[in-house]
């Protein structure tokens, strides 16, 4: 019902950068929430940032300041710039699309991305 293709990813030295693109497509609600999770091995997945159709943000702690997230909703894209990168980003990444009501409501996922911070 909902697909979520993302890109980017790779590997890096600590205080590098990269960007995380993510598409949608599918039965996609006017009103929705788009965002970024990571895993690290042998930790629990958790938010690292969303943003609303409104552009209404939220970042976890860790990446406040240095991670910016973005969106475009006309061509339902979601994109998360990652500054001064540390080793202990290093996770996959998984795109999120929550949609808030419709015959699709619900909590979609990406495939996840690899993002490896060398130090």
């Known amino acids: 019902q909902v697909q979520l293709v993302e890109s980017g990813g790779g590997l890096v030295q600590a205080g590098g950068s990269l960007r995380l693109s993510c598409a949608a497509s599918g039965s996609i609600f006017a009103v929705n929430v788009m965002g970024w999770y990571r895993q690290a091995p042998g930790k629990q997945r958790e938010p690292v940032a969303t943003i609303t159709t409104g552009g209404s943000t939220n970042y976890g702690d860790s990446v406040k300041g240095r991670f910016t997230i973005s969106r475009d909703n006309a061509k339902i894209t979601v994109s998360l710039q990652m500054n001064s990168l540390k080793p202990e980003d290093t996770a996959v990444y998984y795109c999120?699309?929550?949609?808030?009501?419709?015959?699709?409501?619900?909590?979609?996922w990406g495939q996840g991305t690899q993002v490896t911070v060398s130090s």
């Open positions: 999120n699309l929550l949609n808030g009501a419709g015959p699709a409501k619900g909590a979609y």
